[in-house]
């Protein structure tokens, strides 16, 4: 094949797969989305079981005042009709017509109370029954609608697969030279991990020093950069850990090149003389720390949904290299872009996460001087690229 037809054909694979990609970060989100209806639908139906049960007890409460009505009820209509000095003809002294009458007037206040017991109970009754209709017709409505977009999902989801198979089907039948130009379309960076991950360390081990003086260096010198980290979040010393991360913040790099690693100007830094790793600023451990476990992956395979451990999409190596750390970050390209605080282009601290394409479809994470580790495309291994290698859309630090 020439090469023009071979570029032709990597192209459109790129369209392909980005397609396939962008679709795949459309299901997941509405996953996400429906999970929540999902528990918005219980908690609707939950109340409206509660509501029903009010209602159940209103009820049985106006049935009770229904039966003291109904005990006095004969009584009430039967003197209703008699007059005070009628109801006293047919005693037989002034002092039996005196008790007789004060007998039928507890009688008739008894009788009142009971009516405004009866009447206030059954008003009661009837709110309650109408709350939990209101409820209950609410719960259903929602049911109905998340039955409908569980079904639009089922579809999406077979649309994806599709999707899915056509481009597996069009890479796995890629020549050996075609699919090589295809895991280098992006143009992957090969750095120094060794030495990138000695200097990281470093650069941690001085922010700790810094914030927790009483731990020594031979203490550090055999601790791994995720216990280091986890050292700088230990809150076992409230006034020095008051602002660990306020204190050292992240200074970004000047306008990320891919070239020779920029002075950071980061304090105490032994970095910036290598060409071969990056320099690292001092800043966050936790995004430090998510840094080193992006890089431990390279080489993962791509696969479309997959949060690893042994596989990623875009925005799943981003999830759990931060679930490394103890955080939990959005799943998919576009929530994550959304959860995090936006930060500009030259203002760029590794553990960034930088979002491409319009709709934000694919996301990578921005590990400093200019480069970024993503997991990108089925048939492509996660790998180190130029952090302007594709369309920017944002960035946002956790």
Not at 134 to 146: F, I, N, R, S
């Amino acid at each position: 094949m020439q090469a023009d037809e071979t570029d032709d054909l990597i192209s459109s694979m790129e369209q392909l797969s980005r397609d396939a990609a962008a679709k795949n970060e459309e299901v997941k989100q509405h996953e996400e989305d429906l999970d929540k209806e999902t528990e918005e639908v219980e908690k609707l139906q939950e109340a409206a079981d509660k509501a029903q049960e009010l209602a159940d007890e209103a009820k049985e409460k106006w049935e009770k005042a229904k039966e003291d009505f109904e005990k006095l009820a004969g009584s009430r209509y039967r003197l209703s009709n008699l007059n005070r000095e009628v109801s006293t003809l047919g005693a037989d002294d002034p002092q039996h017509a005196i008790d007789r009458a004060s007998y039928l007037g507890t009688l008739s206040r008894k009788a009142d109370t009971v009516m405004r017991n009866l009447r206030d109970t059954a008003q009661e009754a009837l709110d309650a029954q109408e709350d939990a209709e209101e409820e209950a017709a609410t719960a259903k409505y929602e049911q109905a609608k998340l039955e409908e977009a569980l079904d639009v999902l089922r579809e999406e989801k077979e649309e994806l697969e599709a999707q899915v198979a056509e481009v597996k089907e069009r890479i796995d039948a890629l020549t050996e030279d075609e699919r090589e130009r295809w895991e280098l379309k992006n143009n992957p960076q090969v750095v120094n991990l060794d030495e990138f991950t000695a200097r990281l360390r470093e650069t941690i081990i001085e922010t700790v020093e810094e914030v927790t003086p009483e731990v020594t260096e031979e203490e550090l010198s055999t601790t791994t950069i995720t216990e280091i980290t986890e050292e700088l979040s230990t809150p076992s010393a409230p006034e020095e850990e008051a602002a660990p991360e306020e204190a050292a913040p992240v200074q970004g790099p000047p306008s990320p090149a891919p070239a020779t690693p920029p002075s950071t100007g980061s304090t105490g830094s032994s970095s910036g003389s290598s060409e071969s790793a990056p320099s690292v600023p001092a800043g966050s451990s936790k995004a430090a720390g998510a840094v080193q476990a992006a890089l431990s992956k390279l080489g993962a395979p791509y696969s479309w949904g997959a949060t690893g451990p042994d596989a990623f999409d875009c925005s799943g190596l981003i999830y759990w290299a931060y679930q490394q750390q103890g955080m939990t970050v959005p799943r998919t390209s576009q929530s994550q872009l959304a959860g995090g605080t936006p930060v500009s282009r030259d203002q760029l601290q590794p553990g960034d996460v930088v979002g491409y394409y319009p709709g934000v479809t694919h996301v990578g994470m921005y590990i400093g001087d200019g480069k970024l580790v993503h997991a990108s495309d089925y048939g492509i291994p996660v790998q180190i690229v130029d952090v302007d290698s594709m369309p920017w859309a944002g960035a946002v630090r956790f």
